[in-house]
C-alpha cells in the first residue's frame, strides 16, 4: 500500500511498483502535502499501466540513440542508416550525449534548434535530424522511458527551401552531352551515359538494370530495382517502380551493345569485368570522371544527368506530370520543387490558343465581335 511519511523534515512516497519491488521517491524540501498527493497518483497511474520507470534506471539519450539505430538497420536501406547514423553522431549525440532522456523536453529541442542555426548549419539538414530525434523520441515511448514526444509540438525551422537549393544543380548543354558520349572510353561506357541522360534514372537504378526490363516492343524500361551499397533493393517507392519511354537513339544503342555486352549470370545491362554489378566509386573514379575530364567539361555529379533529363523534358513542354511519373518522384510536389525554377511563369501561346479555343481565329471573328459593339 503506497503511503506518504514524513522523514528529516522531507516527505517520502513509499510505494511498490509493477513488478512488486518496494520504492521511495523523496521529495524537495519543502514539498506540500498536496503536491506529494499529486506526485503519488501519477506514480500510481503509471504503475497501473505498467509504465513506471525509476528514474535511476532511465537511460541517457545516447544510450537509447545507439540502440534505434541498432534495431532500424536490418528494416531499411543501408544508404538510409548512414543517413541516420550521419544525424546522431554528428549532431544529435553531441548535443544531448548522456542527459536522460525523460529530462529532455520542448525547452531542450529549442535550444537545440538555436545551437545548429548559431552554427551554421543548413535548414534542409537541421529539418532531417529533427526528424530522426523525433524517431528516437517516439522509440522512447514505445520502450515507456518517457509519456510524450517534445519534438511532435515544435515549430519547424524556415529557411531556405529545396526549391531554392535545387538552384544549384547543374545542367549540362547539348553540345557538352554530345562531348560526354565522344569521350566515353567504350561502347558500354558510352550507353551508360545515354541511358542516364536520356531516362532520368538513378545511379542505383541504372546499375541494377537487367536485360529482361526492357521492353523492345513498347520502348520503354522497367525499373525494377536498384543496387546500392554492394546490394540489390526494390526501388525506393511506389513511385520509383515505373516504365520509362526511351528515345529511338537510345533504343538503337541499347541493341548495339546487347550485341556486344559478355554474358553475366546476372543478366546485367551493365555488369563489370566480372559480372557482377559496377561499384558506384569505381562508376564515378573510372568512368564518369575521367570522361568529363575528356570532354573539358567542370566536375559534376554524377547525379546531375538525372537533372539534364528533367531539364530537357522541361524546355521541350511536357507536362509536370509525365515529368513526374518519368522521374519517379513520390509526388508532384516534390517535382515543382526541385524544377519549379526551371518552369516558364508566363506562356503566352497558352493564353493565345485559350482565346482562339473561345472566340475562334482570324480577324473575321474580331470583326464581328466589333461589329456587335
Known amino acids: 500500500?503506497?503511503?506518504?511519511?514524513?522523514?528529516?523534515?522531507?516527505?517520502?512516497?513509499?510505494?511498490?511498483?509493477?513488478?512488486?519491488?518496494?520504492?521511495?521517491?523523496?521529495?524537495?524540501?519543502?514539498?506540500?502535502?498536496?503536491?506529494?498527493?499529486?506526485?503519488?497518483?501519477?506514480?500510481?497511474?503509471?504503475?497501473?499501466?505498467?509504465?513506471?520507470?525509476?528514474?535511476?534506471?532511465?537511460?541517457?539519450?545516447?544510450?537509447?540513440?545507439?540502440?534505434?539505430?541498432?534495431?532500424?538497420?536490418?528494416?531499411?536501406?543501408?544508404?538510409?542508416?548512414?543517413?541516420?547514423?550521419?544525424?546522431?553522431?554528428?549532431?544529435?549525440?553531441?548535443?544531448?550525449?548522456?542527459?536522460?532522456?525523460?529530462?529532455?523536453?520542448?525547452?531542450?529541442?529549442?535550444?537545440?534548434?538555436?545551437?545548429?542555426?548559431?552554427?551554421?548549419?543548413?535548414?534542409?539538414?537541421l529539418k532531417k535530424s529533427l526528424v530522426t530525434l523525433g524517431a528516437i523520441f517516439t522509440y522512447a515511448i514505445r520502450k515507456r522511458y518517457i509519456a510524450y514526444n517534445p519534438v511532435r509540438d515544435i515549430e519547424k525551422p524556415k529557411g531556405q527551401s529545396t526549391k531554392e537549393e535545387a538552384k544549384d544543380i547543374t545542367i549540362l548543354t547539348p553540345e557538352q552531352i554530345r562531348a560526354l558520349l565522344e569521350a566515353a572510353p567504350d561502347v558500354k561506357s558510352k550507353t551508360l551515359f545515354m541511358t542516364a541522360i536520356l531516362t532520368g534514372m538513378r545511379q542505383g537504378e541504372i546499375l541494377g538494370l537487367k536485360w529482361d526490363d526492357i521492353d523492345w516492343t513498347a520502348g520503354q524500361i522497367h525499373v525494377k530495382r536498384t543496387f546500392n551499397y554492394g546490394r540489390f533493393y526494390d526501388p525506393k517507392s511506389k513511385t520509383s517502380k515505373r516504365k520509362i519511354d526511351l528515345a529511338p537513339q537510345l533504343i538503337a544503342q541499347l541493341k548495339a551493345w546487347q550485341l556486344a555486352c559478355p554474358p553475366n549470370n546476372l543478366d546485367l545491362v551493365f555488369p563489370n569485368g566480372e559480372g557482377k554489378p559496377i561499384n558506384d566509386s569505381n562508376l564515378r573514379s573510372r568512368i564518369f570522371d575521367p570522361g568529363l575530364k575528356k570532354a573539358k567539361i567542370p566536375k559534376i555529379r554524377f547525379h546531375d544527368l538525372r537533372h539534364c533529363y528533367a531539364s530537357f523534358l522541361i524546355d521541350q513542354g511536357e507536362s509536370p506530370k509525365y515529368i513526374q511519373t518519368q522521374m519517379g518522384h513520390s509526388s508532384i510536389n516534390v517535382t515543382f520543387d526541385i524544377y519549379g525554377h526551371l518552369m516558364k511563369d508566363t506562356n503566352q501561346e497558352a493564353a493565345t490558343r485559350l482565346g482562339n479555343a473561345i472566340f475562334g481565329n482570324g480577324s473575321k471573328t474580331v470583326a464581328k465581335q466589333q461589329k456587335g459593339l
Open 1 to 125: 500500500m503506497a503511503c506518504i511519511r514524513e522523514r528529516r523534515n522531507r516527505l517520502v512516497i513509499d510505494f511498490y511498483d509493477q513488478h512488486g519491488k518496494r520504492r521511495w521517491k523523496t521529495l524537495k524540501e519543502g514539498t506540500t502535502k498536496r503536491a506529494a498527493r499529486k506526485t503519488l497518483r501519477e506514480i500510481e497511474n503509471d504503475i497501473e499501466k505498467g509504465s513506471y520507470i525509476a528514474p535511476t534506471e532511465v537511460p541517457g539519450f545516447s544510450t537509447i540513440a545507439d540502440t534505434w539505430l541498432t534495431i532500424k538497420k536490418p528494416n531499411i536501406r543501408h544508404s538510409t542508416h548512414l543517413q541516420y547514423q550521419g544525424h546522431v553522431e554528428n549532431h544529435l549525440k553531441p548535443y544531448f550525449g548522456i542527459t536522460q532522456i525523460n529530462k529532455l523536453n520542448y525547452d531542450s529541442i529549442e535550444r537545440f534548434i538555436k545551437h545548429c542555426q548559431d552554427k551554421g548549419m543548413s535548414t534542409p539538414m
